[in-house]
């Protein structure tokens, strides 16, 4: 469903992804991992088209997509959620959500039924009157989720869901992304959390260093040591393996 | 709550004849409600699109010199020159709002960027034959609803009224609409509008393209009002700040703001004149304390403040 | 090519207090990020006060120069605490409201007070000329130009060697981490308002000897001075000196020309193609 090959992006002298491909079949959820500044985010952005690559291709159901606007890609069905997540503070929760359905619901009426039946589905429901910005961090989060879930995408790129949760909030909003697969939406997430990842996705991808270093099951990544030493540091994997041994 | 306050101006709106039917109170009321009707096409770009303009003269402008100079200089239908006004705010808004969104221009930038077309604006009407120049242009006196004249002030009156009306139905269309609720998500925050699919810079150009309209209708029934232009009326600095003053102090993006702003901005500046004489700029004067202190208490205007309030 | 030399000449004296009325707004900017639509009628203010003072005391617009420099300032810094800094409830919009609320305030105050009349002031020495390069300058415009470029050097050295100077650069590069280190950025922000207000007293006190003064006079300046600080990029020191140089000579060379009215015409022609193009002006300062 989604290509993305060889992509690369450079700021100033600053390599920040280099040759970075990654695939995602459609009705997976697949996992983007790796240390803070591996380059996640600016894949992401290039991805979904707020950076333009400086190589590399990006095919998004077999059209090539490569350096559309952000507004073009998500027409396509491809959306964006933020990390730092950006409400519209000004608007409601219902509001909010009904702006990202407009998208594929001319009629205010319609949008904002759409929107309800959204905020149900990631447990908004009782919120919908609240102002954007009265909600905690963990309804910020699921109001940024509402919001591109409702632009009714077929692929959803979620830029770290999890950051900034506790473990309680944690655990009620996995139910949530295994959902948005259940409903036919394939689910790209970037995640730091790594136990969430891997009781998520099927199929990992680790960045480090701006390169794509792992690929494979997450049950299989937790043993390789390039990982290992990705995470933990240089000499990690062969100290843990003397621990072990 | 704002719908019965809606329904409640109207009716005042609609006695206000009947309480004197004298010029000047007439005069002052056509004054005030055309400054709503404007302050309601500065709304539409800033209250609701988050693009603050500071030089709405150059819409209001043009529209007022395109109706005149149509049907002095070429014999045109007063009504079709205004509506050759109408379309030329427009356009001119287009095409400013081309050059200022494609580069990007936002906050301060655009605020400068719009008055420094409308200064230029006012330069060339100054300097050019077309439009009088310094001398001005006199719209001859042809009194009758085919040319756009009316021999009553009442008319006119009602007239307004009914501007001021489709202005406020034009706010409201805003609230109900799609093309509204993406306008909003632009004035909010860009980033996350392109990422929800809404074509940022489509939304921007169409809302200065119909704010510039509404502004030029403004200047088309200023000239056919008085009946006399020159550059200053036009495109003068005042009308800039007029457009905008009214939706602050009312209630930016809100579909009354404009027009209790203007009536209480307007109110407020007779009163003034009562008390201490007319001095010129006393007005302006008092109109720029209301708009430092209403920013300082009551940031979200007069209607913004009341529907705060109906809400607890 | 004989009226050339004579054209740049004047037009370099007047651009210098172009560019003394620039680094007042790029000051501001630089630190507040916000165009204060104030200035060209603080300056307009100012140039009555020299004007007045010299009709009360006779004093000589070049010895008011000090007292209204300080006097101007207390006048910024009060401004930006009781005002602008209350008013803004976080929001830059309403800072830019609150400054063109001012400007409202003070314009039509003047009008109201002072009526649409012109006043000028008359000096011994308006007409005594020096000659420079074969070319005959006016005395007062001569001597503008060096307390110009001298009140421009006295900014510089207090900005990149004192310890206000030091707060302000602080300020204007990363409020939080200033803040973080004890600086009470609020009174940086008054301070800059006031710094940025007494160049525009002192801009006044060079000016009136070969101007005048209405209540509108701040308008025309006030476009030239947002040009010349969008020319040499918002907030940078050198941009708006430099700029205000440059229009100076471009205003003066181009109504040479092209007449009056078509010279300022250049001028907003400049303005509007530069924010469109280089919003960041030609030195690059970082654009909001």
């Known amino acids: 469903m989604l290509v993305a090959e060889g992509l690369t992006k450079r700021f100033g002298g600053l390599l920040a992804v280099s040759d970075a491909s990654v695939t995602v079949a459609k009705g997976a959820i697949v996992g983007l991992i790796g240390p803070n500044g591996a380059g996640k985010t600016t894949l992401f952005a290039m991805i979904a088209g707020f950076h333009r690559p400086d190589a590399g291709r990006v095919t998004f159901q077999g059209e090539d997509i490569t350096g559309l606007a952000p507004e073009e890609i998500c027409r396509r069905g491809l959306v964006r959620t933020f990390q730092l997540v950006q409400p519209f503070a000004g608007l409601t929760v219902r509001e909010n959500i009904a702006i990202g359905a407009h998208l594929r619901h001319p009629g205010r009426t319609a949008a904002l039924e759409a929107a309800e039946r959204v905020a149900e589905r990631v447990g908004l429901g009782a919120e919908l009157t609240k102002p954007a910005a009265d909600l905690t961090i963990a309804g910020r989060k699921r109001l940024e989720l509402a919001r591109a879930l409702a632009t009714e995408p ?49 199929d990992v991808f680790v960045l480090n260093q701006g390169r794509m270093i792992a690929h494979g099951a997450p049950a299989d990544l937790v ?21 072990h041994g | 709550m704002s719908r019965a306050l809606g329904w409640l101006m109207l009716a005042a709106a609609l006695a206000i004849p009947q309480v004197s039917g004298s010029s000047a109170w007439l005069t002052f009321w056509i004054t005030t409600l055309l400054f709503a009707y404007l302050g309601q096409a500065w709304n539409v770009l800033a209250g609701y699109g988050g693009q603050f303009s500071f030089g709405h003269a150059a819409f209001f402008g043009t529209g007022a010199y395109i109706a005149a100079i149509l049907q002095v200089r070429y014999g045109v239908n007063p009504w079709i020159a205004g509506l050759g006004g109408v379309a030329g705010g427009g356009i001119v808004g287009a095409a400013i709002g081309w ?41 001859p006196l042809k009194p009758g609803v085919e040319h756009f004249q009316f021999v009553d002030r009442a008319s006119f009156y009602y007239l307004l009224v009914a501007l001021v009306v489709s202005g406020v139905l034009i706010a409201r269309w805003l609230e109900a609409s799609r093309f509204g609720a993406w306008l909003v998500a632009v004035r909010e925050n860009e980033d996350a509008a392109r990422a929800l699919g809404i074509r940022v810079f489509r939304v921007k150009l169409a809302a200065i393209a119909l704010s510039a309209a509404m502004a030029g209708t403004a200047g088309v029934v200023y000239a056919q009002l008085f009946l006399y232009l020159d550059a200053g009326v036009a495109y003068g600095g005042h009308v800039s700040v007029e457009a905008l003053l009214g939706p602050i102090v009312g209630g930016l993006g809100t579909a009354l703001g404009p027009v209790v702003g203007a009536i209480l901005l307007h109110g407020l500046g007779e009163a003034a004149k009562g008390v201490v004489g007319a001095t010129p700029g006393l007005n302006l004067v008092l109109y720029g304390v209301v708009l430092v202190i209403m920013l300082r208490f009551l940031p979200n205007g007069v209607v913004g403040w009341l529907k705060r309030w109906g809400q607890r | 090519m004989e009226l050339l030399l004579p054209a740049v000449l004047n037009g370099l004296t007047t651009g210098a207090i172009y560019a003394v009325v620039a680094l007042g707004l790029t000051l501001i900017y630089g630190v507040l990020h916000i ?7 603080l300056l307009m203010l100012a140039l009555y006060a020299v004007y007045f003072l010299h009709a009360a005391t006779g004093i000589d617009p070049y010895a008011a120069l ?24 976080g929001k830059d919009q309403n800072i830019l409201m609150a400054t063109l609320g001012i400007a409202i305030v003070i314009d039509n105050g003047a009008l109201a007070l002072w009526s649409s009349n012109t006043r000028t002031i008359d000096l011994p020495y308006a007409f005594d000329v020096v000659e420079v390069l074969g070319a005959f ?6 001597i503008g130009f060096f307390a110009a470029l001298g009140i421009a050097g006295v900014l510089w050295i207090a900005i990149q060697r004192t310890d206000l100077g030091r707060a302000i650069r602080a300020v204007a590069k990363e409020r939080q981490g200033a803040r973080l280190v004890g600086i009470r950025v609020e009174h940086i922000y008054a301070m800059c308002f006031g710094l940025g ?33 969008v020319l040499g990029g918002m907030g940078s020191f050198p941009g708006a000196l430099v700029g205000g140089l440059l229009l100076g000579v471009v205003e003066a060379v181009a109504g040479l020309y092209l007449g009056e009215s078509l010279g300022q015409i250049g001028i907003f022609v400049i303005f509007i193609l530069v924010l469109l193009f280089r919003p960041t002006g030609l030195f690059g300062a970082k654009a909001a």
Request: contains cysteine; glycine residues 10%.
């Open chain 3, 137 to 142: 300058i006016p005395l007062p415009k001569a």
């Open chain 3, 197 to 229: 207000t007494a160049c525009v007293a002192a801009a006044a006190c060079l000016l009136l000897p070969t101007f005048y003064v209405t209540p509108q006079v701040g308008y025309a300046f006030v476009l030239v001075a947002f040009t010349t600080v």
């Open chain 3, 66 to 89: 000090p007292i209204l420099a300080v006097g101007f300032f207390a006048l910024g810094y009060v401004i930006q605490r009781l005002v602008v800094q209350p008013v803004s409830h």
């Open chain 1, 154 to 202: 077929t692929l959803i790129l979620l830029d770290e869901v999890m950051a900034g949760l506790n473990p309680t909030e944690i655990a009620e909003i996995i139910p949530v992304v295994q959902g948005i697969r259940a409903g036919g939406v394939t689910v790209l997430l970037i995640e730091h959390v790594m136990q969430a990842v891997m009781s998520l996705a099927e």
């Open chain 1, 223 to 243: 043993r390789d040591p390039q990982v290992i030493e990705a995470y933990l540091g240089h000499g990690a994997a062969e100290r843990l393996a003397g621990a």
């Open chain 3, 35 to 41: 165009v204060n639509f104030a200035h060209g009628s």
């Open chain 2, 99 to 139: 050059v200022s969104f494609r580069y990007g221009l936002r906050g301060s930038y655009f605020a400068l960027v719009t008055l420094a077309f409308a200064e230029v604006f006012r330069v060339l009407a100054n300097a050019v034959a077309i439009t009088g120049g310094g001398q001005g242009l006199l719209i």
